[in-house]
C-alpha cells in the first residue's frame, strides 16, 4: 500500500493533476510554481496586488522555441510566415495594453517586462473548415502554444507564468484562412492578458 502511495505522488508530481505532462523549452525564468489548470494550460500568478503595482510595460519581441515533437511541424512553416506571426503577436499585445498602460523601452521601478515564445504551430485546414459538419467537428482547426511569463523589469522576479495550447474556434470564420485560426488565439491570449492586469489593478 505505501508504495502504491508514493508511486501516486510520485506521477501527480510529474504529470500534474490532471495526468497531462508539462512540456518545457527552456524559456521561461521558472517553470516550478506552475499548476495545471486544465489539460492544456499550466498556470502562475503571484498576488494580484504585486502585478498591479505596474503601470509600464516592455514586450520584448516574440521568440520561437518549438518543442521537440513540434519540429517537424515547424520544418513545413515557411520562415516569413514564423516572423510574421512573432511580429503579430507582439503588436496584438502592444495593441491590447496600449490603451491604458504605457509601452516603454527601458527598465524601472514600475516597469515589468513581458517575454513570450510561440512553441507549436499548426495552420487551418481551409478545405475542412469549408464543410460545416467538418468544421463542427474541428478536425480542422489550427492551433498554436506559448511559454509567457512576466517579469519585474529590474530584478527578474516572476509575476505571473503560462504554459498554453489553444485552438481555433469552430464557431467562427477564422479558420477560412491558413493562420486564421492561430492569429484568433494569439489575439484571445492578448485579451487575456490585459484582463489580468486590469484585475490586478483593480485589486489594489
Known sequence: MRKCILLSAFLLGLYGCGGTKQQQ??????????????????????????????SRFIIDPVQVRFYAGS?????????????KLQNYMRQSMVNALSERY??????????????????DLKTSKVIRNILPAAKLSGTGLGSASMEAEIIDSQS?????????????SRFSFDGLSRWGDVKAVI??????????????????
Open 25 to 54: 523549452t527552456g524559456f521561461l525564468s521558472d517553470y516550478s510554481r506552475l499548476t495545471q489548470r486544465s489539460s492544456t494550460s499550466f498556470r502562475y500568478a503571484s498576488t494580484p496586488e504585486r502585478l498591479g503595482n505596474y
Open 71 to 83: 519540429r517537424a511541424q515547424k520544418s513545413k512553416i515557411k520562415p516569413e510566415d514564423i516572423r
Open 102 to 119: 504605457e509601452i516603454v523601452y527601458s527598465s524601472g521601478d514600475d516597469v515589468a517586462r513581458i517575454r513570450v515564445a510561440l512553441t
Open 156 to 168: 527578474g522576479q516572476q509575476l505571473r507564468a503560462i504554459v498554453e495550447t489553444q485552438s481555433g
Open 187 to 204: 489575439d484571445k491570449w492578448s485579451g487575456q492578458l490585459r484582463k489580468r492586469v486590469d484585475e490586478a489593478h483593480s485589486s489594489n
